[in-house]
């Protein structure tokens, strides 16, 4: 029997505009960055210590990540993925990217894993798994330096890892900041939505999360209460039994 999702996975543009759209964009700014990096590349060669040359190699750099962005998300929830996957554990991927999180951690802050789950083993790209943890950990952290700023205790973001009754695992990533507007709840996996204030980010965060878990066939979504924070759900499935490492 397989595992079933406790939430569905949302759809952020259900005609697909925005996938193809983020897809044919992604495709022209990689063709245009191949032509462009590979000659400041060069002029970098014969100029080693241009500042200008320097800063010209490193929007370049950020520009291709973009693109790389923009190409996940553009992939269509019915195409399949380019990425290898194998067993890993989801709960060793979540206390290390909070170790790697409480690094840029405001120390008024609190951040805090309140799960006693020892192992979760489920079958994906652990560098997007990571990732994705990266990513629901960034955002919370954005949400409560915005609302309380460096005041001791009171910003607190909660991590819980819990096996699923229907199968799999459940991700869940809670702040206590501001929260979301409920006008604002059916676009937040769409690419360049943002409600950060100043808009700090390029608003490709959740939309990468989304399609981390699309690809993963898991489903994500996003529970919040205006002035009460945001609470952001990953499920994954489990690996299946005998699934190569």
């Known amino acids: 029997m397989s595992a079933s999702p406790p939430f569905p996975l949302p759809e952020p543009d259900a005609g697909g505009a925005l996938e193809r759209f983020a897809a044919a964009i992604a495709h022209e700014a ?45 992939r269509g929830a019915g195409e399949a993925s380019p990425l290898r996957f194998a067993r890993c554990d989801l ?13 840029a ?32 950990l960034t955002n919370a952290r954005d949400a409560v330096s ?7 205790g009171a910003g607190r973001i909660t991590v819980r890892l819990d ?4 199968g799999g695992y459940i991700l869940a990533v809670a702040d206590n900041g501001a929260g979301v507007p409920a006008e604002a709840l059916q676009h937040v996996f769409e690419p360049f939505f943002t409600t950060k204030q100043p808009q700090p980010g390029r608003g490709l965060g959740l939309a990468s999360a989304f399609a981390i878990v699309r690809d993963h066939g898991g489903s994500i979504d996003l529970q919040s209460t205006p002035g009460a924070g945001c609470t952001v759900r990953a499920w994954f499935p489990p690996a299946p039994e005998g699934a190569a490492c």
């Open 105 to 136: 951690l405001p120390s008024g802050l609190e951040q805090t894993l309140t799960s006693n789950m020892t192992t979760a083993t489920i079958r994906g790209n652990a560098i997007e798994v990571a990732e994705l943890v990266g990513i629901l």
């Open 91 to 103: 709960a060793m991927l979540v206390r290390a990217a909070m170790i790697e999180s409480r690094r």
């Open 146 to 152: 915005e609302q309380y700023g460096a005041a001791c």
């Open 163 to 166: 096996h699923w009754d229907g």
């Open 30 to 74: 990689n063709n245009a960055l191949g032509i462009v990096g590979g000659a400041v590349e060069i002029a970098v060669s014969q100029h080693p210590r241009d500042p200008w040359l320097e800063r010209a190699l490193d929007g370049v750099g950020r520009m291709k990540l973009l693109a790389a962005e923009l190409r996940r998300y553009g």
